[in-house]
T-cell receptor
């Protein structure tokens, strides 16, 4: 599976959009981009995934660049409950390899 | 919203003892997983299970570990002889037609 690179931490004001970047320059054609988050020590929670098109669901939007070498997760209106570690995972199988993720702190 | 459940939420055991961690995956899911997270470290894949057999396992999943689906609803992880370094959060996950994994809340295993 392709390696991903994410910033260690980010801050976001409550109510503003949180844009979390992920680099996956070695992604191959059959690999999906998945985003999960982990709030404190809870089980990881699925957010969104995509192959090459941009995707949106009730939680977030996923923007994948045309060359697929990077992506951005967008939380349109961050709340305090969105404070968590966000993981970008690239995989073509069902096995999830978690990195260290981005610790997002949403402040009032 | 469907959910994966795990019991117990916290298990304390002495080194050398056997433990069984239990999970109830989402009812129509066919693929099951165990992950673990040592405090302050990454979430690590342990094993995947499909059609009553292991489909993939990591290097961590040695002979001390085993998994079983004893009935139509439970999925268990057994550690035969626990070591101090087995202390971690253990997460069960299941996968269905949605193309993503649902994780349970985890079992905190403390080996003393």
């Amino acid at each position: 599976d392709a390696k991903t690179t994410q910033p260690t931490s980010m801050d976001c004001a409550e109510g503003r959009a949180a844009n979390l970047p992920c680099n996956h320059s070695t992604i191959s054609g059959n690999e999906y981009v998945y985003w999960y988050r982990q709030i404190h020590s809870q089980g990881p929670q699925y957010i969104i995934h995509g192959l090459k098109n941009n995707e949106t669901n009730e939680m977030a939007s996923l923007i994948i660049t045309e060359d697929r070498k990077s992506s951005t997760l967008i939380l349109p209106h961050a709340t305090l409950r969105d404070t968590a570690v966000y993981y970008c995972i690239v995989t073509h199988t069902d096995k999830l390899i978690f990195g260290t993720g981005t610790r997002l702190q949403v402040f009032p | 919203e469907p959910e994966v459940t795990q019991t117990p939420s916290h298990q304390v055991t002495q080194m050398g003892q056997e433990v069984i961690l239990r999970c109830v995956p989402i009812s129509n899911h066919l693929y099951f997983y165990w992950y673990r997270q040592i405090l302050g470290q990454k979430v690590e894949f342990l094993v995947s299970f499909y059609n009553n057999e292991i489909s993939e396992k990591s290097e961590i999943f040695d002979d001390q570990f085993s998994v079983e689906r004893p009935d139509g609803s439970n999925f268990t992880l057994k550690i035969r002889s626990t070591k101090l370094e087995d202390s971690a959060m253990y997460f069960c996950a299941s996968w269905g037609q949605e193309l993503w994994q649902y994780f349970g809340p985890g079992t905190r295993l403390t080996v003393t």
